[in-house]
């Protein structure tokens, strides 16, 4: 799968939409409140080291899980600050299986459409 690919599934879910809060080159997916105009991030993209990358959410034993059975391919949020970084992984999108990328995705954003409400 491609950064494309994933970022255009991410944009395809109720509430989606593109922004760039740290920068061009750095393009996050927010998903807005159906009551407010809160939105809260659930999929970052950027390139680290000349490799793609995806930033999710999940709860912190999911979190936990994915880094000990995906090691070196999925690790701690890489610019989390540390109150996030046991919610928030990277994942190297070249070394995780396409489905598993998806499903992160939607993990991602149903854990922040939940915060929102």
Known sequence: MSTKELLEYCLAKEGAYIDHPFGDDYPVVKVKS???????????????????????????????????EFEGSITR??????????????????????????QLADMSYQRNLEKLK
């Open 34 to 68: 159906k009551k407010s105009d809160k939105a809260r991030i659930f999929a970052e993209f950027y390139t680290l080291d000349g490799r793609e990358i995806f930033t999710f959410s999940t709860d912190a034993d999911t979190a936990l899980t994915l880094r000990m």
């Open 77 to 102: 949020g890489w610019h989390c600050p540390p109150i996030q970084a046991q919610y928030k992984s990277t994942a190297y999108i070249d070394s995780v299986p396409d489905e598993l990328l998806l």
